[in-house]
Every structure is written in C-alpha cells, then in structure tokens.
C-alpha cells in the first residue's frame, strides 16, 4: 500500500464553520482530465472517502479549460460546498482559485499539482514529491543502462519528453535527469533531446516519431516523462519506426498504463512505471478535508505518497489492482 507521509509544517487554519458531523458536508472534487485512468481512479477514492463518512460528494471534469475551471468553481461555491479539492489544468489559475476559496471560507486541497496564493503562501497539496519521483526514474533507467551495457552502443541518446506548461511536469524530468547523469557521470548531457508534448500519449507518438525522423543515426533510445502516456507513446513510436524493444529504454510515472505496456506479455521499451495510487490522493484530500470541517483541525500543507516500481517481472502482482 502506498504509504502516506506528512510534512512538519502546516498552513494556518481558514476561517469556517466548523460541521456537527461528516453527514452534514458537502464535499467538491475538480479534476482536469476525468477520462483518464488516473484520474477516474482518484475520483472514485475521493468518493468513497466522502460516502464511508457519510457526506455529499460532487465532481466535475474540467478537461483542461481554465474557464470552466473557475464556473465550476463558482458553481460549487454557490452550492454550499464545505471544502473543494482540485486538480488545476495550469497552476497559473492557483492564486484565483484560492482566493476564491478564502473568500467563501472554504477549505481548499490542491491534489496532484501545488497550487499558491498571491502571497507565495502554499495551498494545502496531496500528491508526488515531482522532482523525487522523477529521481527514482532517473536512478531506475541508470541502473538498466548499466546492466544492459548500453555504454558499449555507439549512438544513444535521451529523449526528455515534456509538457513544459506543467511545473510539475518539469520537476519530474529534471529529477529523472539529474539523477541518471549522477549515476551514470560518463553520459554526455549534450546528448539529451527536449521533445515537447502536451501529456497524452498521442502527442508523445507524434512527437518522438517526429524526433526519430530527425535522428536516423542513433540506434538506441533513453526516455522518461511526466507520466505514463509520455513514455508509452514513445515506446510504441519506436516500434511503429521499427525499433526493436531493446532498442528502447523507458520509465513511466504513475502506473496508469501499466495494463496496455505489460497485458499482452510482449516486449517493450516501455520498461516500468513508478505507480502510484491514485485512488490514495483523492481519499487522503477528502478526509483532509472531512477533519479540518468537522473536527477543526489544521490542514497539512503538504503530504506525499510514495512510488511503488512496477515492470514485467512483477505486474502479476498489480494486474488485479490495476487492469479491471
């Protein structure tokens, strides 16, 4: 199980009302890209938490547009929501939203990317420590790298696949990087590509088949993204240019598809995901929430969720978990 750590410090409580009991709350849920495994599975956590406890649940897919972001927002503000959880689709929307929510009086949880007031002050976050994540891709892939030999290939190169628009994003990236390049001192940094794609997987096909072309003379390729989607489209990039599996060496993060690289027992460059359990973020904002609402109590403002490392050799053990 996804083990949940809470940081020291703690944001000052917001002014509310505090609820007699969890039957009387309403609980909203924002989430920026509802049709997404990830996110249908952090939904369906949230939801579980908030009906275990007896409150009213709402949720609202948003699908990235910042203006239906801000009217659901309102929306739910209107409908006497007692706190709101939310996945903003750009973090720039941070200081508007939460403002809106100390305005109202409404606690806030900002889930999966950290969100700030105008002031710098932080919004209370439930999510990944990015740029840690990204780490264990960087030390995961350094540590294939070596025992596969990939030093002895005479053209390799690195794809970092980003969504340059998501800070979060870019965390994760340049975690990966750092720690492979201090794993693995000898790789010239000169031999990182930037391939900018918007988080989906058909953006990161189009973009590494568009990155290959560029490239005819490498033979072997490195790569590792923001979330699963990145890595899995440059896998199957490869193979529809056709690079063979081992020709490819990636590392996911977030274990969303882990069913479509590893169901079908055939080999890929898509080597592993750092997986974590959605479904613990959208449960651990709620009850965040549940308790400053009825019992009072200061909302961490910051608690993360640690990876667990899935690949072939060991997805029996998630497929039930994950492949429903």
Same mark, same amino acid.
């Given at each position: 199980?996804?083990?949940?750590?809470?940081?020291?410090?703690?944001?000052?409580?917001?002014?509310?009302?505090?609820?007699?009991?969890? &039957?009387? !709350?309403?609980?909203?849920?924002?989430?920026? /890209?509802?049709?997404?495994?990830?996110?249908? $599975?952090?939904?369906?956590?949230?939801?579980?938490? $908030?009906? @275990?406890?007896? $409150?009213?649940?709402?949720?609202?897919?948003?699908?990235?547009?910042?203006? =239906?972001?801000?009217?659901?927002?309102?929306?739910?503000?209107?409908?006497?929501?007692?706190?709101?959880?939310? !996945?903003?689709?750009?973090?720039?929307?941070?200081?508007?939203?939460?403002?809106? @929510?100390?305005?109202?009086?409404?606690?806030?949880?900002?889930?999966?990317?950290?969100?700030?007031?105008?002031?710098?002050?932080?919004? #209370?976050?439930?999510? /990944?420590?990015?740029?840690?994540?990204?780490?264990?891709?960087?030390?995961?892939?350094?540590?294939?790298?070596?025992?596969?030999?990939?030093?002895?290939?005479?053209?390799?190169?690195? +794809?970092?696949?980003?969504?340059?628009?998501?800070?979060?994003?870019?965390?994760?990236?340049?975690?990966?990087?750092?720690?492979?390049? &201090? @794993?693995?001192?000898?790789?010239?940094?000169?031999?990182?590509?930037?391939? #900018?794609?918007?988080?989906? /997987?058909?953006?990161?096909?189009?973009?590494?088949?568009?990155?290959?072309?560029?490239?005819?003379?490498?033979?072997?390729?490195?790569? *590792?993204?923001?979330?699963?989607?990145?890595?899995?489209?440059?896998?199957?990039? =490869? &193979?529809?240019?056709?690079?063979?599996?081992?020709?490819?060496?990636?590392?996911?993060?977030?274990?969303?598809?882990?069913?479509?690289?590893?169901?079908?027992?055939? +080999?890929? $460059?898509?080597?592993?995901?750092?997986?974590?359990?959605?479904?613990?973020?959208?449960?651990? +904002?709620?009850?965040?929430?549940?308790?400053?609402?009825?019992?009072?109590?200061?909302? #961490?403002?910051?608690?993360?969720?640690?990876?667990?490392?899935?690949?072939?050799?060991?997805?029996?053990? *998630?497929?039930?978990?994950?492949?429903?």
């Amino acid at each position: 199980m996804t083990h949940i750590r809470y940081a020291a410090a703690a944001i000052a409580a917001m002014t509310m009302t505090v609820a007699a009991s969890a &039957e009387d !709350v309403k609980i909203g849920y924002i989430n920026k /890209m509802g049709d997404h495994p990830w996110f249908v $599975a952090e939904v369906a956590g949230a939801r579980a938490a $908030a009906e @275990a406890a007896g $409150a009213e649940f709402l949720a609202q897919d948003v699908q990235f547009n910042a203006d =239906l972001t801000i009217t659901t927002l309102d929306t739910m503000i209107g409908d006497g929501v007692d706190g709101i959880a939310i !996945v903003v689709p750009d973090r720039a929307l941070g200081p508007v939203v939460a403002d809106k @929510a100390k305005q109202a009086g409404i606690p806030l949880v900002a889930v999966d990317d950290d969100i700030y007031f105008e002031d710098g002050t932080q919004v #209370p976050y439930v999510g /990944m420590n990015a740029e840690n994540i990204g780490m264990n891709v960087g030390r995961k892939l350094a540590e294939i790298y070596k025992a596969e030999d990939w030093a002895s290939h005479d053209e390799v190169r690195i +794809a970092s696949i980003e969504d340059r628009k998501a800070d979060t994003c870019m965390q994760r990236n340049r975690g990966a990087e750092a720690a492979f390049l &201090e @794993a693995v001192p000898d790789f010239d940094p000169g031999n990182i590509i930037r391939v #900018p794609y918007d988080n989906t /997987m058909v953006s990161s096909i189009d973009a590494m088949t568009t990155t290959l072309t560029a490239n005819p003379q490498v033979t072997h390729w490195i790569f *590792y993204s923001c979330n699963d989607d990145g890595v899995l489209g440059a896998a199957r990039a =490869l &193979e529809n240019s056709g690079y063979s599996a081992d020709q490819g060496l990636g590392i996911g993060i977030d274990g969303s598809r882990a069913c479509d690289a590893f169901g079908s027992g055939r +080999a890929s $460059a898509f080597r592993g995901t750092m997986w974590l359990n959605s479904e613990n973020h959208g449960a651990t +904002a709620v009850e965040l929430l549940l308790a400053s609402i009825t019992e009072g109590a200061e909302l #961490p403002t910051t608690t993360f969720t640690d990876p667990e490392y899935i690949s072939a050799d060991n997805f029996d053990q *998630y497929e039930a978990r994950l492949c429903n």
